[in-house]
């Protein structure tokens, strides 16, 4: 080969190489990242912190690694994002939107705690006042004095990244509860079926806000979800409207392979509002039963409130 012709070909694929590398950071936000100190890991995701004085992110940190692997594995991807934990008094700068330290991820970023979350605090104070026999059940899994973060942290950490697997591809679903859903199931299957020891902390806090019913949910139908969905919700509605799709997760993942995620992965981006127009819902009962499966469609028929 010629050494024109070399170094051409060198030239050529340099500048690929940089047209990809730009691609990957413009889909990290890194606006936000400003003033944050990086944390040295051996993992490929950059990590972030408002104050490296506080050691508590090594365990997240090493569950959302291997769930990036299993989710990079089944849906065939090698995504790019950041972890950024934030303190609670400095959430408000860094953060996409309120309550401090709950977990939030959009633009490349996962966000969370570097203090015990607002609602982990709430939620510890409320149930606090139960009878003994009621906190029984939670005291075995979380401990004497209940630390709900192994649930709202460490948990929904990993709902959190499965959301950013959606968002590479579209942020304007068809149905926000899809979108809801896809995250519950990925997290669902990560660690049912690669990290069996936090099954319990995923589980136990959902069934025991189930069995408590729906006092605390005054809007319950699928229509109030997105019309009113985060920011119109009270805290414990929305959180109502999540352990719903948790147990219809549970339920469907318990006797169905991930193909099925990768199918509502793939429906969500391929109708994604951006690219297509509103489904009604008949059209979307259709679409769901030929394109993800009629566990998916049955939620929309069978939702118990109307």
Partial sequence: MKKSTLTNLIAI???????????????????????LIELKTDYTFKTLVSNDSIKTTTETLNNLNSAKLYFDQIFQTNLDFAVLFIENKKWNKYAYFPPPGLPQAGKGNVILGLDKSIV????????????EQYLAILKSVYGENINLD???????SIHELAHLYHFKEGTKPQRKWLQELFATMSMYSFIKEKANPSYQFMNTYPEFVIQSGDRMAEFKTLKDFEEKYVQKLTPQN???????LYRNAKSILDFNKTDILIKLREFLIHTD????????????????EKEVGNEIADILTNWKYK
């Fill in 13 to 35: 694929l340099l500048c690929c190489f940089t047209h990809y590398l730009q691609g990957q950071e413009s889909w990290i936000d890194t606006s936000i990242h400003s003033g």
């Fill in 120 to 131: 982990s605090i709430e939620v510890e104070k409320m149930i606090s006042q139960l009878p």
């Fill in 150 to 156: 192994q649930f709202y942290r460490e948990i929904l």
């Fill in 238 to 244: 929305y959180e109502w409207f999540q352990m719903q």
């Fill in 273 to 288: 509002l951006s690219k297509t127009k509103a489904l009604t819902d008949s059209e979307l009962l259709t679409r769901l």
